[in-house]
């Protein structure tokens, strides 16, 4: 299934992408798309009973997606784990070493907007980056999880996410690198949650993004340094993983610190691009904060 959040700011209501492409309204199935309902086995199957009939999708009302904003497919999200230099490509480019485990940082839920929203630059930024990145959402508890197989069975589902950075607040400005990932509008979402049955294999997805038109990224999740499943299970012997978290997997080659000088960070102005086999499109245009 593709569930996605349609509506104003602080105000979406949950909508399914049916599969001859139409927007239709699930806010008289379900009341909204979340951990809640991620975790809801129930409430689940009554999407998908809708989903998967033509007839009763057809009795599902259908949304005009012109002028309809898209939110991020996920409310009242919970945390947001990231894992740094996930992909060999991306090691390379930068000039690190692979690293032996997981690189682990945060992201604030309130970074995170839709897939189509304004980015915007921080004041006093000459080094905003762009990455592509698999996000994986959470639908079971994962708690010590015992193998990276096991751990797929925690996922509800992936979508588009960007990571945005700043890389002088990130790397320059001493502490960790969470003042270069948290600020606002630093991690649109979306468009669509894609539930984890579509997904049979989350190490063979292309991952593109363009800036003003011209590709820049160009990856696949199988250049990841630790899978999915492995992230899962290793980030579960931290930290309790609930239904509504997201983790975000990684970037592959092509970012801007990768770059040769002078490196293209990105302005006001400029339009970045993005999207995941079969997890849809991104584009943001970057304003001045």
């Known amino acids: 299934m593709k569930l996605l959040r349609v509506g104003t700011a602080g105000a979406e209501t949950p909508a399914l992408l049916d599969a001859e492409g139409v927007l239709r309204d699930l806010s008289g199935v379900v009341p909204d798309i979340d951990g809640a309902l991620l975790a809801d086995d129930e409430a689940l199957a009554r999407i998908r009973a809708v989903a998967g009939d033509s007839a009763g999708a057809g009795e599902l009302p259908v949304l005009d997606a012109a002028g309809l904003r898209i939110g991020p497919p996920l409310g009242r999200i919970g945390k947001i784990v990231c894992i740094g230099l996930n992909y060999h490509d991306h090691a390379r480019e930068t000039g690190a070493e692979p690293p032996a485990e997981p690189v682990v940082f945060f992201k604030a839920p309130d970074t995170v907007v839709g897939p189509n929203d304004t980015v915007l630059v921080p004041r006093g930024s000459v080094k905003t980056d762009w990455e592509v990145e698999l996000a994986v959402v959470i639908g079971r508890t994962a708690r010590y999880v015992e193998s990276a197989e096991a751990a797929l069975g925690h996922v509800a589902g992936y979508a588009v996410a960007h990571d945005v950075s700043e890389r002088e607040f990130q790397i320059e400005r001493g502490g960790t690198w969470d003042k270069g990932k948290?600020?606002?509008?630093?991690?649109?979402?979306?468009?669509?949650?894609?539930?984890?049955?579509?997904?049979?294999?989350?190490?063979?997805?292309?991952?593109?993004?363009?800036?003003?038109?011209?590709l820049k990224q160009d990856g696949t999740t199988a250049e990841q340094i630790f899978p999915v499943g492995e992230v899962v299970r290793y980030v579960s012997q931290f930290m309790t993983l609930y239904p509504g978290d997201v983790i975000n997997t990684g970037t592959p080659a092509g970012v801007a610190l990768g770059q040769p000088e002078p490196k293209p960070f990105l302005r006001a102005g400029d339009v970045v691009e993005l999207e995941i086999e079969g997890l849809g499109r991104q584009r943001q245009e970057l304003k001045d904060a």
């Open 182 to 214: 948290n600020c606002e509008t630093f991690n649109p979402l979306g468009p669509w949650l894609v539930t984890a049955d579509e997904v049979p294999d989350p190490q063979n997805l292309s991952l593109k993004l363009w800036v003003n038109g011209e």
